[in-house]
């Protein structure tokens, strides 16, 4: 397995390669965020807005405290609530997509119905409504995120499901008596795996931009935590002195983003079999 990936990576383009190497690189801070920090992302150690220096590579914040601890500290929290929000969404997405393309009836036109009036409200207003109402706890806003986005989920798993449901296997499939758990997990997944990985990438990109726009606004993860939404929000003002204390968390959010997208775009045009 692991020739097989080696040999496969041989194939990938730079840019593929360039966001690989990115994601590694996040994911590395996200584990080791406690041992790569040189303080606590909530300790203040000295005065707002000190100067970049050798004892504060990337100066302090509106209260004093390290940035560069809480960029550190921001890879753990923005980036892993998003990866399992984005999990979270496509189990129920998923599920709910394949288990209605199988059924059909009036359980694919009710939940179809369903799934269409909510993508019609626009997301960031509803979940900033669902915030709203139910609290800004980290909790309320995984579960909100996940279910908005889990429409846009469904309606892929369903597309894709649709395709495959028809065709002359799983109906040979189906008369040899395999139940719902079978058809999915033996016949459906391995055919649907390729569009679902890569909009899994997309809908993580989504998720964690979602998260950063909310926090920026005051509804997403809440301080002392570090978030790189709100750390851009906190730092806005310095953008007045010329400083560039502001752009280095949303620099931040823009690296990962173009990292996950490069290699996105990598998985759908091996999945397309397109040649180069």
Partial sequence: MARNFLKILKTAPPSSVFGMVVIAIYILVAFFAPLLAPYSQTEIVDAEFMPPSAEYWLGTDNLGRDMLSRIVYGARNTVGIAFFTTILAFLVGTTLGIFTSIKGGWTDQILGRLVDTLMAIPSLIFKLLLLTVFGTTIINMVLIIALVDSTRVFRLARAVSMDIVVMEFIEAA??????IWRLVTREILPNAAAPL????????CFVFLAISALSFLGLGI???????????????SLIAFGEFTPLIPAIAIALLTIGVNFVVDWMLHRSSGLKD
């Avoid at 809440?222 to 806005?236: H, T």
């Fill in 197 to 204: 990985a890569a909009e899994f990438g997309l809908r993580f």
């Fill in 174 to 179: 189906r008369l040899r008596g395999d139940g």
């Fill in 222 to 236: 809440q301080p002392p935590l570090a978030d790189w939404g709100s750390m851009v929000r906190d730092n806005a």
